[in-house]
C-alpha cells in the first residue's frame, strides 16, 4: 500500500513539472511568436511604402520584392488568425477556418510565391549582368511574370485547402488532412521537389555565374572607373540578394523535414519540434525588410527619412490643431511638404 501510495504520488509530481515546463516553453514561444509577427507587419509594410512612394524604386526588380513584402504580410496576418483560432477562441473552429487557417495553406501560398519570386529576381540578375544587350523586363513582361507566380504558387497550394476537413475523432473535433499515407506521401515529395529543390537549382546556377562574372572576372580590372562603379552597384545588389535567399532556405528548409517525418511516419518528436519549426517559417517573413535596412543604403536612408519627416508632419499637426488654426488646406500641404522634401 506504502509503494503505491509513493508511486502515485511520484507520478503526480512528474506530471505537475511537465506541465509546468509546458506551460513555460508555451509563454516564451509565444512571446517570440508575437515579436516576430510585429516584425513581419512593421517591416513589410515598410517595405511596400518605401518603394512604392520613391520614384527612383520604382524598377521591376523592386516591386517583385513589394510582391514578396505583399505574400509575407498575408502570411503573417494568417498566423494570426491561426493563433486566434488554436489558442485564444477554439470556438471559431469550422471547415473553411480549418482548411484555410489550421492548414497553414496561406503559409504555404506564401512560401511558393517567395521562392518563385525569388527565382523571377535571381534569373531578372542574371541576364541584367551577363546579357546587358539582351536584358530589358517590360512592364507587360513583368506583370506576366507575376501572373504565372500566384498561378502556380494558388494552383500548389490547393491540395492542403481541398483535402483537409474538420471531423470528429475520439470525441474530439480536429483538422485532419484526408489523405491515404502514400497520397500524403507522394504530396510531400511534390513540394519539396517543385518549391525547394527545382527553383534553388535553377536560383544556384544563375548564382553561381553572376558570383563568377563578378568577382572573378580578370577583364574588370581593366574598366574604366563609371564602369567600376557600375560594378560595385551590382556586386551590392547580388549579395543582398544572396542574403535573402541564404536566409530564406535556413528559415523553411526545416518545415520540409516536419513534412517528411510526419509523412512517412517518424513518431517521438513531440510537441516542440514542430512549434518550432512553425516559428522558423514565420521568421522567414519579416527578415527581409531587416537585410534591406542593413545592407542597402539607399532603402536605409528613404526610410528614416520617411519616418522622421512623418513624426515631424504629426507634430506640426498637432501644433496646429492646439492652437485651433488646422485646417483641412493646412494638413494637405504639410502631407504634400513631406512628399517633396524626400
Known amino acids: 500500500m506504502e509503494s503505491n501510495l509513493t508511486t502515485n504520488v511520484?507520478?503526480?509530481s512528474y506530471n505537475s513539472t511537465a506541465t509546468s515546463h509546458i506551460n513555460t516553453f508555451f509563454n516564451i514561444w509565444s512571446a517570440v511568436f508575437f515579436i516576430v509577427?510585429?516584425?513581419?507587419?512593421?517591416?513589410?509594410?515598410?517595405?511596400?511604402?518605401?518603394?512604392?512612394?520613391?520614384?527612383?524604386?520604382?524598377?521591376?526588380?523592386?516591386?517583385?520584392?513589394?510582391?514578396m513584402a505583399f505574400s509575407d504580410f498575408l502570411a503573417g496576418v494568417f498566423a494570426l488568425l491561426w493563433y486566434i483560432a488554436n489558442y485564444?477562441?477554439?470556438?471559431?473552429?469550422?471547415?473553411?477556418?480549418?482548411?484555410?487557417?489550421?492548414?497553414?495553406?496561406?503559409?504555404?501560398l506564401s512560401g511558393l510565391v517567395s521562392i518563385f519570386t525569388l527565382t523571377a529576381i535571381t534569373l531578372e540578375r542574371y541576364h541584367a549582368i551577363l546579357k546587358p544587350l539582351e536584358h530589358r523586363m517590360s512592364?507587360?513582361?513583368?506583370?506576366?511574370?507575376?501572373?504565372?507566380?500566384?498561378?502556380?504558387?494558388?494552383?500548389?497550394?490547393?491540395?492542403?485547402v481541398i483535402f483537409m476537413k474538420f471531423v470528429e475523432r475520439q470525441n474530439r473535433k480536429m483538422c485532419m488532412f484526408l489523405l491515404g499515407k502514400w497520397q500524403r506521401q507522394l504530396l510531400t515529395s511534390l513540394m519539396f521537389s517543385f518549391m525547394y529543390v527545382c527553383p534553388n537549382i535553377i536560383i544556384c546556377v544563375a548564382y553561381a555565374k553572376i558570383v563568377k562574372y563578378l568577382w572573378f572576372n580578370q577583364?574588370?580590372?581593366?574598366?574604366?572607373?563609371?564602369?567600376?562603379?557600375?560594378?560595385?552597384?551590382?556586386?551590392?545588389?547580388?549579395?543582398?540578394l544572396g542574403s535573402v535567399l541564404i536566409l530564406f532556405n535556413l528559415c523553411t528548409f526545416p518545415n520540409f523535414i516536419g513534412d517528411f517525418m510526419l509523412s512517412f511516419g517518424a513518431v517521438g518528436y513531440g510537441h516542440v519540434f514542430p512549434q518550432i519549426v512553425f516559428l522558423m517559417q514565420l521568421v522567414s517573413t519579416c527578415v527581409n525588410p531587416l537585410i534591406f535596412f542593413i545592407q542597402s543604403n539607399q532603402f536605409r536612408k528613404r526610410l528614416l527619412d520617411t519616418i522622421c519627416c512623418k513624426i515631424s508632419a504629426i507634430e506640426r499637426w498637432s501644433t496646429l490643431r492646439g492652437t485651433g488654426t488646422s485646417t483641412k488646406s493646412q494638413t494637405v500641404s504639410i502631407n504634400r511638404h513631406c512628399r517633396t522634401t524626400l
Open 10 to 12: 511520484s507520478a503526480a
Open 37 to 67: 509577427l510585429s516584425l513581419n507587419f512593421i517591416g513589410n509594410i515598410l517595405v511596400v511604402v518605401v518603394i512604392m512612394t520613391e520614384r527612383k524604386f520604382h524598377s521591376t526588380m523592386n516591386y517583385l520584392f513589394v510582391n
Open 88 to 108: 485564444v477562441a477554439p470556438e471559431w473552429r469550422s471547415d473553411w477556418v480549418c482548411r484555410i487557417v489550421a492548414a497553414n495553406s496561406i503559409t504555404v
Open 139 to 160: 512592364w507587360s513582361r513583368f506583370r506576366v511574370i507575376l501572373l504565372v507566380i500566384w498561378t502556380l504558387s494558388i494552383t500548389f497550394s490547393l491540395p492542403y
Open 219 to 240: 577583364e574588370n580590372n581593366e574598366m574604366q572607373e563609371s564602369h567600376k562603379a557600375l560594378l560595385r552597384s551590382r556586386k551590392k545588389i547580388t549579395k543582398l
